[in-house]
Nanobody, 123 residues
């Protein structure tokens, strides 16, 4: 069982930045596909970014050029740097881990989830 715990959410104004962190209970970030998802009230959970075991990254079109996903293997931690935040980025953000080295897009392939951290962006 892998435990994931997110932190770093908050309330900011449009244009500001936040960095989310996801601490894993073991060395899972080095051997699994890791991802950030988000879900706003009344909407489906959507993929934001993924990073696989080799470090290859993928981003949703809505966040390309503004968000960066990274990982610190020594700290067993996943990050999401969010710049130029927009009100439409307001959502609960979740960290997730797959049981595979390479990534597939979409929540179905992820088996471990954190409890989420809220990001609110005001205009």
């Amino acid at each position: 069982q892998v435990h994931l715990m997110e932190s770093g959410g908050g309330s900011v104004q449009a244009g500001w930045s936040l960095r989310l962190s996801c601490a894993a209970s073991d060395s899972t970030v080095s051997i699994r596909c890791m991802a950030w998802f988000r879900q706003a009230p009344g909407k489906e959970r959507e993929g934001v970014a993924t990073i696989d075991g080799s470090g290859t990254r993928r981003f949703a079109d809505s966040v390309k050029g503004r968000f960066t996903i990274s990982k610190d293997i020594a700290k067993n931690t996943l990050y999401l740097q969010m710049d130029s935040l927009k009100p439409e980025d307001t959502s609960m953000y979740y960290c997730a881990a797959s049981n595979t080295y390479y990534c597939s897009w979409g929540p179905a392939s992820f088996i471990y989830w954190g409890q989420g951290t809220q990001v609110t962006v005001s205009s």
